[in-house]
């Protein structure tokens, strides 16, 4: 399973990646907002730190508009995934990049038929969002399940990354489920490293060693 990284913060980024827990990293508009910086910037460090999908959204909502920054984007480096969203100029603008070998990311998917959908138009990736469905009471959990499913069936090359992830139980029932990625965030990443009875081993082992007699 790959795990890529939901952040547009840099040191987060070199830290998580000299875990070797870095295959690949997402941003959205909001976590580059986030940062501060000019978003071109981000980007292009970021491409110097991680050899691995980048995703990069757009910001225009018609396809047109889409598709020229798709192209600009492209531009910054190999490994740029563009961030599309789920709309139906969206599908438009990913069948057009699609032809023109420029991977795409459709975001915002709350639905298997909106998965399916960007599957058909030629997306490298889907990315439903399990936290903002667990929000509303729905089981973001069983969206993935069904995604996985339909491609499954029908041999969709389209890889599924599990994003909007608040808790280590989304990344442990992505991994069962099948999700070729999960998209951590970094504070989510830390709790999967860690476990009290790991913390109280060290201690109790740290404390035998110093009682010895010689
Ligand atoms: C996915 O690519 C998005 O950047 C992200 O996972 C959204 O997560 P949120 O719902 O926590 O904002």
Redesign the pocket.
């Known amino acids: 399973m790959k795990f890529f990284i939901?952040t547009a913060n840099i040191e987060e980024i070199k830290e998580a990646h000299s875990m070797g827990m870095v295959d690949g990293v997402?941003?959205?508009p909001?976590?580059i907002a986030r940062e501060g910086r000019d978003f071109e910037e981000i980007i292009r460090e970021i491409c110097g730190i991680v050899d691995g999908p980048i995703?990069a959204e757009v910001i225009a909502l018609d396809t047109d508009g889409m598709i020229a920054e798709a192209r600009d984007l492209a531009t910054i480096h190999d490994n740029i995934v563009v961030?599309i969203p789920m709309t139906v100029d969206g599908l438009k603008a990913v069948r057009t990049l699609a032809e023109e070998g420029i991977r795409t990311?459709v975001?915002l998917i709350f639905s298997p038929l909106q998965a399916l959908m960007a599957a058909k138009a030629g997306a490298a990736y889907v990315?439903p969002?399990v936290?903002?469905l667990d929000d509303l009471s729905q089981d973001g959990m069983t969206l993935v399940e069904q995604v996985v499913d339909i491609f499954d069936n029908y041999g969709y090359e389209t890889e599924v990354?599990v994003?909007?992830?608040?808790n280590p139980v989304h990344v442990l029932e992505s991994a069962l489920i099948g999700a070729h990625i999960a998209?951590i965030?970094f504070k989510v990443l830390g709790k999967l490293a860690a476990h009290p009875m790991t913390d109280k081993g060290i201690q109790s082992f740290l404390d035998d060693w110093n009682k010895r007699n010689h």
């Open positions: 939901d997402t941003t959205n909001s976590l995703s961030k990311n975001t990315s969002f936290g903002r990354i994003a909007s992830v608040r998209t965030p």
